[in-house]
């Protein structure tokens, strides 16, 4: 841990060198920042130039949550917390590779809310094996009963991803309509309860959006560091070393480690720009797409933009496939 925090500092301080700015936004995550020691975490953070009130958000797993921890981050300007719930239920987190000890979400909830932080979110992940819709809907209510409720709420469809061993066991893949049918539950519960969507997997009260990912969705510049971090400026994208050990050795020997890099044709960039914006709430300038009637109840006109409607949602690369360049 020493080693990776070392390296990641190392990569920092060789981008600052080279001229990077401040940063607006920081996001801590791509994995479990929270089993670091709390003092190692803030000493990562720390090296990090920041934006006069850039927003800075950390994930954490809620069995690592302490008030140890959260003080820490408060003390090196963290104002943002993002954990790791996936469901209330045993049996579904188990399908999920996970598992929580009993109480740790309501009480990494507490502390989070003692700590002093106004904003946090809850991640959520629906469609594991064993699932059933009771689950689902009696996952979402635990959540929204939370003290403090949860002013935040992301909620992911489980993928399949080859070489992984949920893609070896066609068991514990899930089912297309089931997803569907959790998504319509997901976004009628989360809407009554004052969150509104504002990206397909993100919901949120108003004033609680999280202003790092809706910079990637608007395709802005971001810089990535760490094992397999990803970075994008001006239409560039890059990449990290993916092996940890490999990773450290690169970027304490001179504060490079980038893999990869490809640059994105004019055209390529601006029908990205397209496909991101559909995913979001703001939607796609109306000439973007085909007109209206052709495609019936996937979308809705605001203004001079089109929007996915709920079962737009549900079948966006439908709707994707269809953009095209103004």
Same mark, same amino acid.
């Given at each position: ?8 500092? *190392?990569?920092? *301080? ?29 000493? +990562? ?14 994930? !954490? %797993? ?10 820490? +981050? ?46 946090? %979110? ?6 594991? /094996? ?42 514990? $893949? ?25 990206? +397909? ?6 004033? $609680?959006? !999280?202003? $790092? %990912? *809706? /910079? ?5 510049? @971001?810089?990535?560091?760490?094992? *397999? /971090?990803?970075? $994008? ?6 990449? %990290? ?5 490999? @990773? ?25 720009? +397209? ?52």
């Amino acid at each position: 841990m020493v080693d990776y925090v070392a390296a990641c500092l *190392a990569e920092m *301080a060789r981008a600052y060198d080279d001229g990077l700015g401040p940063a607006e936004t920081v996001f801590v995550g791509g994995g479990t920042p929270s089993l670091l020691p709390p003092a190692l975490l803030a000493e +990562l953070l720390s090296g990090v130039r920041r934006a006069p009130g850039a927003e800075v958000t950390v994930e !954490c %797993n809620p069995e690592s949550t302490t008030m140890e921890l959260l003080e820490e +981050l408060r003390s090196v300007g963290v104002d943002r917390i993002s954990l790791g719930v996936q469901s209330v239920h045993a049996h579904v987190l188990a399908g999920l590779g996970r598992h929580h000890v009993p109480g740790a979400v309501e009480r990494a909830v507490g502390l989070v809310g003692e700590a002093g932080f106004r904003s946090f %979110n809850v991640d959520l992940v629906y469609g594991g /094996a064993g699932e059933s819709d009771r689950d689902w809907q009696e996952t979402l209510d635990a959540v929204l009963a939370l003290e403090p409720s949860p002013p935040h709420v992301s909620a992911y469809a489980l993928t399949v991803e080859a070489g992984t061993p949920l893609a070896r066991d066609a068991a514990r $893949h899930p089912d297309d309509d089931v997803q569907a049918d959790r998504y319509e539950t997901l976004d009628a519960t989360l809407a009554d309860a004052g969150l509104d969507w504002y990206e +397909l997997s993100n919901f949120a009260r108003p004033g $609680h959006e !999280c202003r $790092h %990912n *809706a /910079a990637c969705w608007r395709q802005e510049d @971001y810089r990535g560091f760490g094992c *397999a /971090a990803h970075s $994008h400026e001006a239409g560039r994208r890059s990449w %990290n070393i993916r092996s940890v050990e490999r @990773y450290i050795a690169a970027a304490r020997a001179d504060g490079i480690a980038t893999a990869g890099a490809e640059v994105l044709d004019p055209e390529r960039r601006a029908l990205e720009r +397209l496909e991101l914006a559909l995913r979001t709430r703001a939607g796609v300038p109306a000439g973007a797409l085909p007109p209206l009637e052709q495609l019936g109840d996937l979308v809705e006109r605001t203004g001079d933009r089109v929007v996915l409607s709920r079962r737009g949602r549900l079948l966006a690369n439908e709707v994707l496939v269809q953009l095209r360049v103004p």
